[in-house]
């Protein structure tokens, strides 16, 4: 069937354009025109541009670096400064790169995407830089010292390449600029290894995938006595992985490690290896969710005995791992809350020692200084704002605060509970619920309902910073669902909600609303929903299956036709977490619950307006999921806002006033709903 709407596929096209341009024009005058919008604006780039708000940095060298926005450079500038400074009342900061400047001076729309500084010389670092906030980058050499790029360094055109430092003069580089350097999800799908001053066409070529394949990437890993271990990562598919070793005279050998699992770091002459399945090894089953300490042999990538340091019990899974000089530091989750391992090297072994840090909230690596035992991170949850800290695993002493975000609203009216949800086959689903102490139930309280539930990413408590103030403050209710799909406990979490049974994290979803209605917290008059990306598609099935449930849906930077999800951008990497349309099976499940395929005209059933959000230069998921499906719910009489905006990209990273303009877009939607009468 011929899709009448499948032009708005088209970014360049003068229909399309015209199209954009008009829904923007209507929701500007539907919710930027709302007397609210402009001062919620005012007061959330107030708050972003807060002076106290925490300096978040990445020690090299013994300096520390932070990438700050702010009024005077809204693009942002890349700045340092020393340990006794940051402790200091007065930070004073030496900027390194103004992304300003650059900007203005190659007339480019220039957002610094990230910065990589060579671990043995930390004053050279690989710069990428976004044109409008999209995935595709540049990539070029930058000498700290000098501030200047490096005439002659590396430099690398505009693609979603992977580049990474092997030493000062050698770097992994994974190119993505040609279309024949492509892998069918849009990404690269050669390792290649390039000396300075080397012609590109002289470069070693290390592995090479088939088209079919989702990426390869490399990088080394260091010890902390500087050996080396060379790998390359071929991803196969999004959950299908194998790994390489590379040698001193670039030859690689297949790891014998199972194929659905993550190498994490390299350490003390072993490899650390979370485990995504079960896998029988040297006799010995392992299960999924563990990680392991496996002895590898640098030079020639034998591997050796495995340690197991973590099994995941039903309420727990692993997240992450910092390699110190002499231990590791593992946060997992418990109860979808932050719980910190800490292991030290005894001999040839590692063992368990207890840490002071907290068993609630959530706790992030910020950062862990190369050849050093610190930690630095943060800690938050809902109601406390975050705390920069500083913990060194090789002493007894307690934390040291560095940092305090400062509260951006009251916190003691409020509290928050958990709650479990029966989900249509009888599994208890957990959400949070953020609301005032004693919340009244008799269903009249507006509240948000946010989730995820995809790519094994668990949902955790955040600080409600800007939310707190402008909803919770406001008599708004804040909820967040720990769904099926998502990684809060474990891979069986995940894969319950993997291909044909994608249902499932729907009807979890759906079952949480429910049981918000059944408490008497909300109802659905008073209810709305919000999700981004596959959250997006989560809000959007929901959207159409239980329209009814919701007066609010929010449906930011969406998948919502999933029949063609594959041939849109970077789509056809995620057929391990969606499906193939093409396969009798699994498009069959696809097209059942496909929201763009399922919308319904209002003579027959009445949606809520909704809110679509986009950025022209999303080159992650396609605008025109969100396009078309406002276009046909126009077309079927049902109401929708749509707005895209023109940089940003699929992760925001754009300037603070279109960040600020965005949210309160949002709040003044929310309010319009669900607040006002």
């Not at 954009?20 to 005058?29: F, H, I, L, M």
């Not at 490399?218 to 590379?246: C, G, N």
């Not at 005894?346 to 190369?370: R, T, Y």
Request: glycine letters at 8%.
């Amino acid at each position: 069937m011929t899709d009448p709407f499948q032009y708005l596929e088209d970014l360049d096209s003068p229909a399309s354009l015209a199209w954009v341009d008009a829904q923007n024009a209507q929701t500007r005058s539907a919710l930027d025109a709302d007397p609210r919008t402009a001062p919620l604006t005012a007061d959330i780039l107030a708050t972003l541009r807060d002076t106290r708000q925490i300096p978040y940095c990445s020690e090299h060298g013994g300096w520390l670096y932070h990438f700050h926005q702010s009024a005077e450079n809204p693009r942002g500038v890349y700045r340092r400064t020393t340990w006794d400074s940051y402790r200091a009342a007065q930070t004073a900061w030496d900027i390194v790169l103004d992304i300003d400047a650059l900007a203005a001076a190659e007339q480019v729309d220039w957002y610094l995407d990230g910065v990589d500084h060579c671990t043995l010389a930390p004053e050279r670092c690989l710069i990428t830089l976004s044109p409008g906030g999209s995935d595709a980058t540049v990539c070029r050499e930058y000498d700290v010292a000098t501030r200047t790029f490096v005439a002659g360094g590396f430099h690398f055109p505009l693609g979603k390449s992977d580049i990474a430092w092997r030493d000062p003069d050698s770097v992994f580089v994974c190119p993505a600029w040609d279309d024949d350097q492509l892998t069918e999800s849009g990404y690269s799908r050669e390792a290649v290894l390039l000396q300075r001053g080397q012609d590109w066409g002289d470069a070693l070529s290390l592995l090479a995938l088939e088209p079919d394949a989702m990426m390869v990437s490399a990088w080394r890993f260091l010890d902390a006595d500087q050996t080396p271990f060379d790998v390359i990562e071929a991803s196969l598919s999004f959950y299908q992985k194998a790994y390489f070793h590379i040698d001193a005279a670039g030859d690689i050998s297949q790891l014998k490690l199972p194929p659905r699992g993550e190498l994490e770091a390299f350490s003390h002459g072993e490899l650390l290896l979370k485990l995504d399945m079960d896998w029988k090894y040297h006799g010995t089953r392992y299960p999924a969710g563990s990680l392991l300490a496996i002895r590898a042999n640098a030079q020639t990538g034998e591997l050796g005995a495995a340690t197991l340091l973590f099994a995941p019990a039903p309420e727990q899974s692993y997240v992450m791992l910092e390699a110190t000089l002499n231990g590791l530091a593992v946060i997992i989750t418990e109860n979808v809350q932050s719980r910190l391992l800490t292991f030290r090297r005894a001999g040839e072994a590692w063992e368990a020692f207890a840490n002071p840090l907290p068993h609630s909230g959530v706790i992030e690596f910020v950062d862990q200084p190369w050849q050093s035992d610190v930690l630095v991170y943060n800690f938050s949850d809902f109601l406390t704002p975050a705390g920069l800290y500083r913990y060194d695993l090789s002493s007894n002493a307690a934390p040291e605060l560095l940092r305090a975000q400062p509260p951006a609203f009251d916190a003691t009216p409020f509290a928050v509970l958990q709650h479990h949800a029966s989900s249509r086959d009888g599994t208890p689903i957990p959400y949070f619920l953020v609301a005032k102490s004693g919340i009244e139930l008799d269903g009249n309280t507006p509240t948000l309902l946010y989730g995820y539930g995809g790519f094994a990413l668990p949902m955790m408590p955040y600080y409600l910073d800007h939310f707190g103030k402008q909803w919770l403050e406001q008599g708004g209710a804040f909820v967040l669902a720990n769904i099926r799909g998502g990684g809060e406990f474990g891979p069986a979490w995940h894969e319950a909600a993997l291909k044909e049974k994608r249902q499932t994290s729907f009807d979890d979803f759906i079952a949480v609303a429910e049981d918000l209605v059944a408490r008497g917290v909300t109802s659905a008059r008073r209810l709305g929903i919000e999700g981004g990306s596959n959250g997006g598609l989560l809000v959007g099935a929901c959207l159409v299956q239980r329209p009814e449930l919701f007066n609010a849906v929010v449906c930011e930077v969406p998948l919502l036709d999933m029949l063609r999800y594959a041939e849109l951008h970077a789509g056809a990497s995620w057929l391990d977490e969606y499906g193939d349309p093409d396969d009798e099976a699994e498009g069959a499940a696809l097209a059942a619950y496909s929201p763009y395929h399922h919308i319904a005209p209002a003579t027959e059933r009445r949606y809520p307006r909704t809110l679509f959000t986009t950025s022209t230069q999303d080159d992650r998921v396609h605008p025109a999921h969100a396009r078309k499906m406002v276009a046909k719910l126009h077309a079927l009489g049902q109401p929708a806002l749509f707005f895209e905006t023109g940089g940003g990209g699929h992760g925001g990273n754009t300037a603070q006033e279109q960040t600020a303009e965005e949210l309160a877009r949002v709040l003044v939607y929310l309010y319009q709903q669900l607040l006002d009468d």
